[in-house]
Nanobody, 121 residues
């Protein structure tokens, strides 16, 4: 079982910035992918950004050029720097990981509880 704790959300004005953090703990042997998704009511969960253990970065279209994802393997943490925020970015943001609890186990997905980001003047 993996626990993901998110922080850094809140209210910000249009054009402002926020930095989200996620720290993973629990039964972790390795983390293959760490990243962020977001979701609004009535919509599907959307990939924002993620980074693999090898450093491969993937961004959703809405994040390209504005957001930056990074990872600290020693801390089992992933960060999302969000710049030039707009009202359309308002959503609940969820940390997500694919991880293993042993060297020969299958990869399992884990979700954080989600953290609110609101962009409004």
């Amino acid at each position: 079982q993996v626990q993901l704790v998110e922080s850094g959300g809140g209210l910000v004005q249009p054009g402002g910035s926020l930095r989200l953090s996620c720290v993973a703990s629990g039964s972790i042997f390795s983390i293959e992918v760490m990243g962020w998704y977001r979701q609004n009511p009535g919509k599907q969960r959307e990939l924002v950004a993620q980074v693999s253990s090898g450093g491969l970065l993937t961004y959703g279209d809405s994040a390209k050029g504005r957001f930056a994802v990074s990872r600290d393997n020693a801390k089992n943490a992933v960060y999302l720097q969000m710049n030039s925020l707009q009202p359309e970015d308002t959503a609940i943001y969820y940390c997500h990981t694919y991880s293993r609890d042993s060297g020969d186990s299958v990869v399992k997905g884990s979700w954080g509880q989600g953290i609110q980001v609101t962009v409004s003047s």
